[in-house]
């Protein structure tokens, strides 16, 4: 089917951009798919809205972007091993990726995003933020750019994902598999985005703990300064979902941070998650 009304329109925010015009469901035609994957790598995240997808239909869509994911790490949707829940219960206290952080950074081939689509919503609450990568990177000095330029940072999931991780105990088994939470991944601190070429800020206050070379212990204030620009409000969006909301996020352009403020409801998301490629720096 050709999407002869598809357009991407920049949220006026500081990342991110709506997508109007489109029937996922429906199926698209290669032009259309061009255009949403030169979107993302623009805008850093896609959003659509009313797009009550099966998990047939989301896998449908995912695969014309890039290879499934299949998350070591969340439970799957019944009968879908490649459709992650995220989900967080009434009687649950803490949620799934509730502080700034780009996914699977830890990873060699770091995944290149993912398609997050609303089932359930809480009444009011559990909006996502987005933070944009390359205004972060942009609006530094150039001093700081150029010195960022030259390093690569060393990512961990051992912390977050592990046996010893805080995180497992409050997901009443929905997050498993701690003994898989074993990878570290060295990567250029700039890195040159797969899809736009542009240059982006790629550390994340999760998953990175060092400058390579550098100890914990030098490499915190500059990384923590760096995760405090990054959040600056300029560079972020935030999105409230409804059910049949979709974003679709880039890893490499954008950061993400969901909302913990709908205690004692349930709010259910399907999520698939695409596979991606090794990180080249900006500047060799
Ligand atoms: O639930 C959300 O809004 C996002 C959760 C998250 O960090 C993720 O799915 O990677
Ligand atoms: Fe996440």
């Not at 950074?105 to 909006?127: C, F, H, Q, R, W």
């Amino acid at each position: 089917m050709v999407e002869r009304n598809l357009t991407i329109s920049p949220t006026g925010g500081g990342v991110g951009a709506f997508v109007e015009g489109i029937d996922i469901a429906a199926g698209l035609d290669a032009p259309s798919v061009a255009a949403l994957r030169s979107g993302l790598g623009e805008y850093g995240v896609l959003f659509f809205r009313g797009q009550h997808l099966r998990p047939e239909q989301h896998i449908r869509f995912a695969e014309q972007f890039a290879d499934i994911n299949v998350n070591r790490f969340f439970k799957a949707v019944d009968g879908y091993a490649r459709v992650a829940e995220v989900r967080k219960e009434p009687d649950q206290s803490r949620n799934i990726g509730g502080a700034w952080h780009t996914d699977h950074t830890y990873d060699v081939k770091p995944a290149m995003g993912s398609i997050l689509l609303a089932k359930e919503v809480p009444e009011s609450g559990g909006d996502t933020l987005f933070a944009n990568m390359y205004s972060a990177y942009e609006s530094l000095s150039d001093g700081l750019q150029q010195t960022l330029a030259g390093l690569k940072a060393v990512h961990t999931s051992r912390h977050a994902f592990g046996a010893q991780a805080r995180y497992h105990r409050d997901m009443n088994g929905r997050l498993g598999n701690p003994q898989a939470a074993t990878q570290d991944a060295v990567h250029p601190v700039v890195i040159t985005h797969p899809i736009s070429g542009r240059k982006a800020l790629y550390v994340n206050q999760a998953f990175t703990v060092r400058f390579d070379g550098w100890t914990q212990e030098e490499s915190k204030p500059l990384l923590e300064m760096l995760y405090a620009h990054g959040a600056r409000p300029e560079h972020t969006y935030r999105f409230s979902w409804k059910p049949g909301s979709i974003a679709f996020w880039d890893n490499r352009a954008s950061w993400h941070y969901a909302l913990n403020d709908y205690h004692g409801q349930r709010r259910l998301m399907h999520r698939i998650t695409l596979e991606g490629e090794a990180l080249e720096g900006c500047c060799a």
